[in-house]
Each structure stands twice: as C-alpha cells, then as structure tokens.
Nanobody
Framework: VQLQASGGGLVQAGDSLRLSCAASGRTFSSSAVGWFRQVPEKEREFVAA????????YYADSVEGRFTISRDNAKNTVFLQMNNLRPEDTALYSCARQARSGSLYDTFRYDSWGRGTQVTVSS
C-alpha cells in the first residue's frame, strides 16, 4: 500500500489545517493508520492514530483537544484536523500504516511511510 500526505501549508498561530492521507491498495481499510511529525535533527514523533474501523483514536498529549483524526475507508483516506495551531506544531507531517501489532504509539510498528507534507505555523 502507498500512502500520500497532503494539505500542509503556512498558517498563523490559532489557525486550522486539515491534512489528508490518501492510500492505494486493498489492505488500507484493515490497517490502523498513524500521523507523525518530524523537525530537522529530531526524531519522528507520534501525533495521532486511528484503528482500522475508526472506533478507537489515540493522541499525543501535545495535540490532545486540538487535533482530531478520522478516516473514510470508502475513500481510502485518513484525515487530521488541526485546530488552534501553535508555532511548535511546525514540522513535516507524515502518515503510515501499522504493520506490527502492539501499541499504536510506537513508530517502529508502522510502514508504508508516504512523502510528508510541511506544516509551518508563524507566531
């Protein structure tokens, strides 16, 4: 399966963005999907994840209450609604599919990393 993130941009603090993660391949709807972000010279960090049927979602403490993850399996797409953005949210955002069972917070459990989309939040 191939994943492609889109929807990033340059916004001001307090603004909103909606990222999309579009997938090709028949296994998408049976996989949990996660969003991650990375800034230069730092490790990739977990942002949010959603189970295959969308019944369970998980968030990093830093985005809880501001970001919302959702999915539309009919369209093979996972979304990340980001509200009240802060300068510290600036990063390259990527999505990936869970490939190994276990905690969805663990980056190493994911594969099919797509090209990310840059989010820049100015103060």
């Amino acid at each position: 399966v191939q994943l492609q993130a889109s929807g990033g941009g340059l916004v001001q603090a307090g603004d909103s963005l909606r990222l999309s993660c579009a997938a090709s391949g028949r296994t998408f709807s049976s996989s949990a999907v996660g969003w991650f972000r990375q800034v230069p010279e730092k490790e990739r960090e977990f942002v949010a994840a959603i189970t295959s049927n969308g019944n369970y979602v998980y968030y990093a403490d830093s985005v809880e209450g501001r970001f919302t993850i959702s999915r539309d399996n009919a369209k093979n797409t996972v979304f990340l609604q980001m509200n009240n953005l802060r300068p510290e949210d600036t990063a390259l955002y990527s999505c990936a599919r869970q490939a190994r069972s276990g905690s969805l917070y663990d980056t190493f459990r994911y594969d099919s990393w797509g090209r990310g989309t840059q989010v820049t939040v100015s103060s």
